[in-house]
Structure formats: C-alpha cells, structure tokens
Antibody, heavy 123, light 107 residues
Framework: QVQLQESGPGLVKPSQTLSLTCTVS??????????WSWIRQHPGKGLEWIGY???????YYSPSLKSRVTISLDTSKNQFSLKLSSVTAADTAVYYC???????????????WGQGTLVSVSS | DIQLTQSPSSLSASAGDRVTITCRAS??????LNWYQQKPGKAPKLLIS???SLQSGVPSRFSGSRSGTDFTLTISSLQPEDFATYYC?????????FGGGTKVEIK
C-alpha cells in the first residue's frame, strides 16, 4: 500500500519560495507507470491541480501556475518536491501530494493522497 | 481547459434519503470522470473511477453513471458517515480539473 506524506514549512513570507517535500513509502518513485502530483486547496474552497512529475523526470504544470512552479524527484530518498516562487497571500492553501497511474486506456484517478499540509503566506 | 460544473453546490438531506449529484463536462471526456469524498480536515478519498467503477472497500450504496457529458454520483440511502463534500475530476487529459464540489449536509 503506497503512502504519501508531505513535509515543509507551514509559514512562508510573501515574495519568497514555498518548498514542500512528499515522501513516498510502500512503493518506488522510480517505477514506471505512476505519476507524482501536487494539488492544493484554498481555505474553504475546491481542489486545484498544480502539476506532476514522472519517474523519468518529465513534468507538466497547470498553465495558471507554470511560470512559478517546479516539481522534481529525489529518487535516492524516494521523494518528490514542490517549489512555488514569488508567493503571495493567494497561495495560502492546504497542499496535497498525490499519485495517479497511466494505463493503456489513459490517465487514472488520483488514488493515493498525502494527508495535506497547510501553508500560510504572511509576513 | 475542460470545465466541470457540479450541481448542486450544496444540499441538505436526511439519513436514508437518495442523493444525486451531477457533474457536467464542457466537452466530451468519454468515461474519464472520477468522484471523491472529502471530510473536514482530511484528504479526498477516491470513490468511483472511470465514471462508474466503484473502488474496493467503498459501500455499494455509492454508484456512478454517465450520459454524454453529464455524470451522476448517486448515494442510494444516505448514511451518517456520508455527510461530506464530493468532487468530480476529469482525467481525460493531463490538464486535470476538478468540479467545484457539492457539500452534503444534514437536514
């Protein structure tokens, strides 16, 4: 059973870079077929997909965040990370890491999720 | 982007009621529609994938269906533990999008 756990600072100052890590257990981040993703949820609001990374290192980001987002892998630690630059109060949200598979028929659902971590942007 | 419009945004119901939530896609997404349940302070939980495939361990009172670009999540007999917010999500392409959510509250 794959488990994901987010970690990182809960408070970031405006204009700085938000950095979070997702540690994967119960499976290898290096195995093909699974994609590693970040999703956020503003307080009291819906879910927003941020982007994903594949074990090959290839990435794909939401166009609305693409200019500020970097998602990368650390295969030696079985982790993947999120960096969001130039943050403002509008980036205050619960950030989830999640995974999904790609199958012969197409993309699967987000079937594994971390518990989420609240990141507040404030001076 | 593929837009997903969920309705209603909230509803009040009693235990034992039949509840239906609709998700309309802005274009054809075949069956690439998934449903999640989220309780306060928790991560979303996958209930149904590919429009109608019930995930292992999810009670059979949950079901999903599709008619064209309209998708429906039905709870046949609402239980106390079903009071939560429900989201649809499309995986037709990798520019993933979610519906706005439907909050199911106790009447």
């Amino acid at each position: 059973q794959v488990q994901l756990q987010e970690s990182g600072p809960g408070l970031v100052k405006p204009s700085q870079t938000l950095s979070l890590t997702c540690t994967v257990s119960g499976g290898s981040i290096n195995s093909g077929g699974y994609y590693w993703s970040w999703i956020r949820q503003h307080p009291g609001k819906g879910l927003e997909w941020i982007g994903y990374v594949y074990y090959s290192g290839s990435t794909y980001y939401s166009p609305s965040l693409k200019s500020r987002v970097t998602i990368s892998l650390d295969t030696s630690k079985n982790q993947f990370s999120l960096k969001l630059s130039s943050v403002t109060a509008a980036d205050t949200a619960v950030y989830y890491c999640a995974s999904f598979g790609k199958y012969s028929y197409g993309y699967g659902p987000f079937d594994y999720w971390g518990q989420g971590t609240l990141v507040s942007v404030s001076s | 982007d593929i837009q997903l419009t969920q309705s209603p945004s909230s509803l009040s119901a009693s235990a034992g009621d039949r509840v239906t939530i609709t998700c309309r896609a802005s274009q054809s997404i075949s069956n690439y529609l998934n449903w999640y349940q989220q309780k306060p302070g928790k991560a979303p939980k996958l209930l149904i994938s590919a429009a109608s495939s019930l995930q292992s361990g999810v009670p059979s009172r949950f079901s999903g269906s599709r008619s064209g670009t309209d998708f429906t999540l039905t709870i046949s007999s609402l239980q106390p533990e079903d009071f939560a917010t429900y989201y649809c999500q499309q995986s037709y392409n990798s520019l993933f999008t979610f519906g706005g959510g439907t909050k199911v509250e106790i009447k």
